[in-house]
């Protein structure tokens, strides 16, 4: 039987970043294979040309070098090498039935850990090995819940399939689109997506979560001529400059009255010296809204900006989207069987239908609204833990009471449909 929290240590002491999982992912096929499951993984497993933010060649094979050297199979992360991380396992039943998902995602955040006494994963020996990357956010407890629910599932003694989508690069929102573009969501009748902590307190269950916004995530390149600052500065065109013109621009766009909306340069970068005209620039901005179609128009304004900026100071410039979500509208009906389920594990004392849930975004909307689409019903639930720190903080840290808890409950959830 597995070990959830020794499983949820090792993740955590193995973190990695979105498209970057190798160690991680492989260890869930062999889990997974383990488990007698039919295992999906590499190119056949996510479209390569959807990824969102892929990470450079370099990074991405340092990565694979590093998780080698920390005992990741060969023969498996060998079909991942270059950013092809996600898993899905697959369990048919022994009768026909409904196909039922459940998503996890896998990656973590470039934070620092922190090592103070009084962070628990510091006090007990597994904080991260990896300096600058750190499990900030729970997905090391989401992939061993959902290696937990494949352990308990793993028999078939069910009607219908069970499909379990292990997702890398949720941060950013990047990976669960390219998932979806593969083909993956598209058989399937339920789905159910779910997050630890979220500022739900232990013992309590969301059954839906409403709230999430569209986003969308570009970087903008700005490619000018570079030149002497003093002696010659008219013969240089400085693509820093226009990236900052555009920056201040993109900030002074209205307000809606048709919806809230965010919006963020969160990267400017450029030059070389004090005495070159800087020749490129790069800017990371954001863009969010409560609905599609603000958040497009917002996105049409900063693209617009971008080019006005770049014309203005005679650049070239090139904008590619890097990530990118829209808003849950979550089944009430399937948000009501979770809460119904739950209230049959032991430890879950407090229960909410649809609950406003300020996250920002989540590209598990993505995988939600394709299984909608196409007639079926999807929630994304929330279950409480307590944490010491805010999400994304350096001394962020779950409940392990947690894990097997929900495994419990998605172990209800997975056989009340399968039947």
Not at 34 to 47: K, N, P, T
Not at 139 to 151: F, K, N, P, Q, R
Not at 335 to 345: G, I, M, S
């Amino acid at each position: 039987m597995l070990d959830l929290v020794s499983l949820r240590r090792d993740f955590h002491r193995h973190p990695e970043v979105g498209f970057t999982e190798f160690r991680t992912a492989s260890k869930v096929v062999e889990i997974l294979t383990s488990l007698g499951y039919e295992v999906i993984y590499g190119q056949e497993a996510i479209d390569g040309d959807s990824r969102r933010g892929l990470p450079s060649e370099a990074i991405l094979e340092a990565a694979y070098e590093r998780a080698l050297r920390d005992g990741a199979n060969p023969a498996i992360v060998g079909k991942m090498r270059g950013g092809y991380t996600a898993v899905i396992g697959v369990k048919k039943g022994k009768a026909p039935g409904p196909t039922v998902a459940f998503r996890f995602d896998m990656d973590a955040l470039p934070v620092l850990e922190s090592t103070e006494q009084d962070h628990f994963p510091q006090a007990n020996g597994f904080r991260s090995l990896y300096e600058g990357n750190m499990h900030a956010c729970a997905h090391d407890g989401h992939t061993t819940i959902g290696l937990g629910l494949a352990e308990a599932l793993a028999a078939g003694d069910f009607s219908g399939t069970l499909k379990l989508i292990f997702q890398p690069a949720e941060e950013g929102v990047r990976g669960a689109y390219a998932i979806v573009e593969k083909g993956h969501l598209d058989d399937v009748d339920y789905i159910f997506c779910n997050h630890l902590g979220v500022n739900v307190p232990l013992g309590e269950v969301h059954g839906g979560s409403y709230g999430f916004l569209a986003t969308t995530k570009m970087m903008a390149h700005f490619y000018g001529v570079s030149s002497h600052a003093g002696a010659w500065p008219e013969q240089g065109k400085n693509a820093l400059l226009g990236a900052a013109t555009a920056l201040l621009n993109i900030h002074a766009i209205p307000r809606f009255s048709t919806g809230d909306t965010r919006i963020n340069v969160g990267v400017l970068e450029g030059g070389t010296a004090a005495n070159i005209i800087p020749a490129y620039a790069k800017m990371v901005v954001e863009t969010r809204s409560i609905t599609e179609e603000v958040n497009e128009e917002v996105e049409n304004r900063v693209r617009n900006i971008i080019a006005h900026s770049a014309a203005m100071h005679e650049l070239d410039y090139k904008i590619e989207v890097v990530g990118g979500a829209i808003p849950i509208n979550y089944d009430v009906e399937v948000a009501e069987l979770a809460l119904e389920e739950a209230k049959q594990v032991e430890g879950f004392h407090s229960f909410k239908h649809g609950e406003y849930n300020s996250m920002g975004s989540e590209d598990a909307s993505f995988m939600i609204k394709r299984v909608q689409d196409r007639g079926g019903k999807g929630t994304y639930m929330a279950i409480g833990t307590d944490i010491p720190a805010p999400h994304h903080h350096p001394k962020f840290d779950i409940q392990e009471e947690i894990l097997p808890r929900s495994v419990a409950l998605l172990n209800r959830i997975a056989r009340r449909l399968l039947t």
